[in-house]
């Protein structure tokens, strides 16, 4: 059973930065495609980036450039950088993963039914 813990969540303002990690059980990072998601309330959760075994990473259109996943291989967590952070960014963020190396193709890799696996999320809030 995959198990995924987020942390890093907190409070910024319009502008500032923020980095989340979503530490995983053993042959996760690196064996399996993973991703972030966030919902907002009242919104349906979104996908915010994937990232596959190897490297290949796909962005939503609404962070591309001002977000980052990376995998720490050696501490079997997952990233996310955020910057340049908007109000519309608020949202709880949380930690995906596949059964799978390879991620779905395309925006697909963004869909929340592809990730069976979900982390309890960690909550980001940004101010103007």
């Not at 890093?8 to 303002?13: D, I, R």
């Not at 502008?15 to 042959?27: E, F, K, M, N, R």
Request: hydrophobic content about 35%; proline content about 5%; aromatic content about 10%.
């Amino acid at each position: 059973q995959v198990q995924l813990v987020e942390r890093g969540g907190g409070s910024v303002q319009a502008g500032g930065s923020l980095t989340l990690s979503c530490t995983a059980s053993v042959y996760t990072v690196g064996f399996v495609c993973m991703g972030w998601f966030r919902q907002a309330p009242g919104k349906e959760r979104e996908g915010v980036a994937s990232i596959d075994t190897a490297g290949n990473d796909v962005y939503a259109d609404s962070v591309q450039g001002r977000f980052t996943i990376s995998p720490d291989y050696a501490k079997n967590t997952l990233y996310l950088q955020m910057s340049s952070l908007k109000p519309e960014d608020a949202a709880m963020y949380y930690c995906a993963a596949t059964p799978t190396a390879q991620c779905a193709l395309g925006p697909a890799a963004l869909e929340r039914s592809e990730y069976p696996y979900w982390g309890e999320g960690t909550q980001v809030a940004v101010s103007s």
